[in-house]
Every structure is written in C-alpha cells, then in structure tokens.
C-alpha cells in the first residue's frame, strides 16, 4: 500500500513539473495537474495538501543543494577560510557549481523563474540575507582563528556576492550552453570572485 502511495506521489510530480515548467506556478490550477497525473482532484488532496505543496516538493533537491553548500562553506561545517587560498579550494567549487548546473538546470529554472505566487518567490532575496549573516559571523570567527585576516568588508559586499552567484545561474539557465562552455564560464567567473576576495582579505 505505501508503495502504492508513493508510486501516486511521483507520478503527481512527474506530471506537474512540466506544466509548471511551462506556464509557471500561478498560471497551473490543480485540476490540470490532476488531468496530467490521471488522479482525481479531490484523491489529489490525500497525496499533497495544495498546488504549493507539490511546486515546493518538486524543487526541493536544488533548495536544500544551495543550504547545503552554504553550510559547507560558511556555516557550522565551514573550513578554514585560508584554504580559499589554495588551487584545491577553486577546483573544488568549480567543480560544485558545474555539477549544480548540470544536475538541476531544471529545477534552477522552476525555482528561479517560475515560482512566482509560492512562499519560493523570494527565494534569491531570502536565500542572499541568510548568506550575509553567515558570512559575516564567519569572517569573525576566522578573524579571531587569524588575527591578521581583513574582515573589514561592508555587509553590501557581502550580499553582492550572492546575487553574482544567483545572476550567473540565470544566464547560465537561460542561454544554453553546452557542459564544456558551461564549465569555462564558472571556471572564469570563480578565478574573479575568489581572486577579488583573496585580495580583500588581506592586510
């Protein structure tokens, strides 16, 4: 019966996420879904609880990828900030970015330009205010781990450098390109953002 269950569940989002995908969140009413999926609108109710539900469902791997790294980088798992300084520490998140892209390109798209009219719809906004906080606690307790690191830099700066990342995923998404360019691209655009911040930290 849980099989069942669970069969029905992912044949939902098999179903929405094109629609989704091809009209947005807002212009996709449930009864659509329902059609797609070959579920009853009211049975559709005992799988999710709203249409919000199965668009929060359905990109939830990117959602969690992008805490999960911000975790990684600055939060409770951070690593030593002075490995930024190191090749390995660039390859390592050229790597990370690239295999975002081409793992979630879609789901990218459905978070990033169709999920108007969900609680997701400021995801980019929410998601860059929870990354200035943790940078900045970040910097002060490597500040205190390297008393000769710079850590003067303005809350604007900080921010900024989320919204690049967000912005060069957009571009990335809307202008396919193909793997080796899309790696090239975040190759060229990691070298300027670890190389900018390798020269503000220092004294």
């Known amino acids: 019966m849980q099989a069942e269950k669970e069969y ?10 094109p629609l989704f995908y091809a009209k947005g969140y807002v212009k996709v009413p449930m009864r659509k879904i329902a059609e797609a999926s070959h579920v009853g609108l009211s049975n559709i109710y ?11 469902e359905i990109v939830r791997p990117v959602v ?21 300084f190191t090749n390995d520490y660039l390859r390592s998140v050229i ?11 879609d789901l990218l798209f459905l978070l990033l330009f169709r999920s108007q009219g969900t609680s997701l719809e400021r995801f980019k906004e929410d998601f ?7 940078v900045k606690d970040y910097f002060l ?8 690191l710079n850590i003067d830099v303005s809350d604007f700066t900080i921010r900024l450098h ?19 360019e899309t790696e090239k691209i975040i190759t060229e655009y990691m070298i300027f953002c670890v190389t900018g911040w390798r020269e503000l930290m220092k004294r």
Request: charged share 30%; proline share 2%.
């Open 8 to 17: 029905v569940r992912k044949n939902i989002l098999a179903a929405a996420t």
């Open 46 to 56: 005992n799988y999710y609880d709203s249409k919000e539900d199965i668009f929060h």
């Open 64 to 84: 969690n990828c992008f805490y999960e790294m911000l975790d990684e980088h600055h939060g409770k798992r951070g690593a030593d900030i002075l490995e930024m």
């Open 95 to 105: 790597d990370e970015y690239v295999s975002i892209v081409n793992k979630y390109r």
């Open 128 to 134: 860059s205010d929870r990354s200035t906080m943790l």
């Open 141 to 148: 307790k490597m500040k205190w781990k390297h008393p000769d």
């Open 162 to 180: 989320t919204v690049w990342m967000f912005t060069m995923l957009e571009e990335l998404i809307v202008h396919r390109r193909t793997p080796d």
